[in-house]
């Protein structure tokens, strides 16, 4: 018996996910390294694409991109945001997609929010709660 939509759906994504995701990435990275979009925002700017999650459907490719060194952050989403027509119908040729995904950009924070936990992590207060107890400490709580 197949599990229920919902039970699916929290797994993650599946095989086919990924795979069509991965295709869009590679697509989307080659575009932008050879400059297809014709947007003079995005010259001598350097895209990184770490990620792209698709839909269930596969209609929908969210693009988790980071312009190199942080710069021009909104310039550059909103360049990608202009060229997504373009790169769509680049991304259903060099994919082999049947059907081009919509595509929404959005700025990839992990990096930074990674740093920010590691940063709280070494705090004194939270490294303290975190130490291993020694005995004589566990010994004091209990009396």
Do not use: C, W
Not at 10 to 22: I, K, T, Y
């Amino acid at each position: 018996m197949k599990p229920a939509r919902r039970e699916r759906e929290a797994a993650g994504p599946s095989q086919r996910q990924l795979r069509v995701g991965e295709a869009v990435r590679h697509a989307l990275a080659e575009a932008l390294a050879r400059g297809e979009t014709h947007q003079p925002e995005l010259d001598g700017v350097f895209v990184t694409i770490p990620e792209v999650r698709m839909s269930p459907d596969l209609k929908v490719a969210t693009v988790l991109v980071m312009p190199l060194g942080g710069l021009n952050v909104e310039t550059s989403l909103a360049a990608l945001d202009n060229a997504r027509g373009r790169l769509k119908g680049l991304i259903g040729r060099k994919a082999g997609l049947r059907f081009a995904p919509d595509l929404r950009f959005r700025l990839d924070t992990r990096y930074e929010d990674d740093i920010r936990v590691d940063s709280l992590l070494h705090e004194p207060e939270v490294a303290r709660d975190l130490s291993p107890k020694t005995d004589d400490e566990d010994e004091g709580e209990a009396r």
